[in-house]
């Protein structure tokens, strides 16, 4: 698997530090140096990239600002890179940039991928990126959530498999669950709703409404309006066209068209043009006669008859009631009604479904709480491994009285799940809460990690379990403080030992006091003040050769130029190599 690395941070106007670049290995860095040069400001300098709390008296005295930049590359379709992404930051050839920034007042900025981004976003990534390790420091392997989700892995897949069946029936439980508490919880609101559809249906089917009535009712009644006026405008038209009866001296259209005709008639044998005008004359009068026809025909079929007025207008005020709730027209009132009775249908059912989603989730509860017991039984028998080689690897740390155990225990709740008897709450993960205990010696009581040790005792503690964990919790990179607090000899060597087994599958970055743990680094980086005690860009080196056998003589004897010191600096390099 190719994880994330910290390549490098650029470090400015911080404590001690005016400004220095400290060039980070993919494997085993080791930051060593004089008490008080600033090692740990590499630490402090991490927690800012990554979003720690910024405190304005970190910033160099006389500076507006400090600033640390970091380099990082990260995997394409990584989670950091795609929430990265998410928040417009742009990768550099793979490489993510990040940038903290605290002035003197402080105030603090962050930038990712050249874009300005919260510095919540920065303490996001920090969880899948990096594990700090130190005394003042927050562990992630110290949150309860990330323990169960780290010992999972540890477990695989005799953990995976009843895990992804018992995620699936949680999801199904909770969409059967929210549907019922919707169901019941609404009683009344349904009630009320399906009492409004009914009554709404009810008014409908009484009018019994036909598609496009409404436009043919509000022709007829126009026409019945003006009966009147239109009988006696056709009447009139009837009589220009074909004569009127009573007036028989009078001339109409279709005498005076059937004249000309007739006069054309006698003539058009002498002209084939006079001949096409005359039959167009007849066809005009033959028109004349039907419209005249079609006109008297009208006339006499209008009906002025009040009775039929007033029935129209009645019908449509009946339509108008319900277009004003239900519709803009009679077909939208129809398309209410459709979707009003299968909406009906629907909260009618409602009996009907309660009882079968209530059977529903009471068998999915039960198969809920057999998963969950079978997630308990296989996390407690990992729980029991991984505490055994965390205990093993404590004997080898300068701990050999220390015991490690994990905790898998279930808390009750009346409204969880029944196992064995017991009534126990679930989530997401089962019903299984996972805590590291420690007892630091014999006699002393397990207590979490973070309460029963001391600050040395606990970087030990998690680098054992770091070690352990290695492969199934994939931090990209681990920076440990105070991992050598309190030892020395051999048991400096198993730590350094161990630093490097870790390294051989994720970055490792110590600050180390220890010649025996920086001796196994695949770089080790110096950081020395300067005569007026700063740290600058020239103060922190990658140690090659023989500044690197000088830097292990000065941590081991105080003497850098000591024969003796020289020797067994060596003698520490080749012993590492070998190991390795």
Do not use: C
Not at 49 to 77: F, M, Q, W, Y
């Amino acid at each position: 698997m190719v994880l994330s690395v910290l390549e490098e941070m650029r470090i400015r106007s911080l404590g001690v530090i005016d400004d220095a670049v400290v060039e980070l290995s993919p494997g085993f860095t080791a930051v060593t140096g004089e008490t008080g040069a600033g090692k740990t400001m590499v630490v402090t300098s991490l927690g800012l990239l990554l979003g720690g709390r910024a405190d304005p008296a970190l910033v160099r005295i006389g500076a507006k600002s400090a600033v640390v930049e970091g380099r990082l590359t990260v995997p394409a379709g990584a989670a950091a890179a795609l929430r990265a992404e998410e928040a417009g930051a742009e990768l550099d050839d793979g490489a993510l940039l990040i940038s903290r920034t605290v002035s003197a007042e402080g105030r603090s900025r962050a930038h990712l991928g050249g874009r300005s981004v919260p510095v919540g976003l920065l303490a996001e990534l920090a969880d899948d990126l990096v594990a700090v390790h130190g005394q003042s420091d927050q562990q992630g392997l110290l949150k309860p959530a990330r323990q169960r989700g780290a010992l999972d892995r540890y477990a695989g897949d005799a953990v995976a498999g009843p895990l992804d069946k018992y995620t699936a029936a949680y999801r199904r439980l909770r969409a059967v669950s929210a549907e019922l508490e919707e169901i019941t919880t609404r009683a009344r609101e349904r009630a009320q709703e399906a009492d409004m559809l009914r009554f709404g249906l009810d008014e409908i089917a009484a009018v019994e409404p036909r598609t496009g009535e409404d436009v043919e009712l509000a022709a007829e009644a126009e026409r019945l309006g003006h009966a009147e006026a239109l009988a006696s405008a056709a009447t009139a038209a009837h009589a220009a066209l074909a004569g009127n009866p009573e007036d028989p001296e009078g001339v109409d259209a279709s005498t005076l068209v059937a004249g000309a005709h007739r006069v054309l008639e006698t003539v058009r044998s002498h002209d084939s043009a006079l001949a096409a005008l005359a039959e167009r004359i007849g066809e005009v009068g033959i028109l004349l006669a039907d419209v005249a026809g079609e006109l008297a025909g009208y006339a006499d079929d209008l009906d002025a008859d009040p009775l039929r007025l007033a029935a129209v207008e009645e019908r449509r005020a009946a339509l108008t009631q319900l277009t004003r709730k239900y519709g803009e027209d009679v077909g939208a009132v129809l398309a209410w009604a459709e979707a009003g009775a299968a909406r009906l249908a629907e909260l009618e059912g409602d009996d009907d479904r309660l009882e079968d989603l209530t059977a529903e989730r009471d068998a999915l509860r039960t198969e809920l709480a057999g998963l969950a017991r079978e997630l308990t039984e296989a996390r407690a028998e990992a729980a029991a491994r991984f505490a055994a080689a965390v205990t093993e690897e404590l004997a080898s740390l300068a701990m050999p009285h220390a015991r490690v155990t994990i905790d898998v225990r279930q808390a009750d709740d009346p409204e969880g799940v029944e196992i064995d008897g017991r009534t126990v709450a679930y989530g997401p993960s089962g019903v299984d809460e996972v805590e590291l205990l420690l007892a630091p010696h014999p006699g002393a009581p397990p207590r979490p990690i973070a309460k029963g040790a001391s600050g040395g005792e606990l970087s030990r503690v998690m680098l054992a379990v770091e070690v352990v964990f290695a492969g199934t919790d994939p931090v990209p990179t681990y920076l440990f403080d105070e991992v050598d607090a309190g030892v020395g000899g051999k048991a400096a060597v198993e730590i350094g030992r161990r630093l490097a087994k870790l390294a051989k599958s994720a970055q490792v970055v110590v600050v180390t006091h220890l010649p025996q743990v920086a001796a196994f680094a695949d770089r080790q980086l110096l950081v020395e003040k300067t005569h007026d005690g700063s740290v600058t860009r020239s103060g922190v080196q990658v140690l090659e050769g023989e500044d690197r056998v000088r830097e292990l003589s000065r941590m081991l004897a105080g003497q850098e130029d000591s024969e003796t010191a020289r020797a067994h600096a060596e003698e520490l390099l080749a012993a590492a190599r070998a190991d390795g």
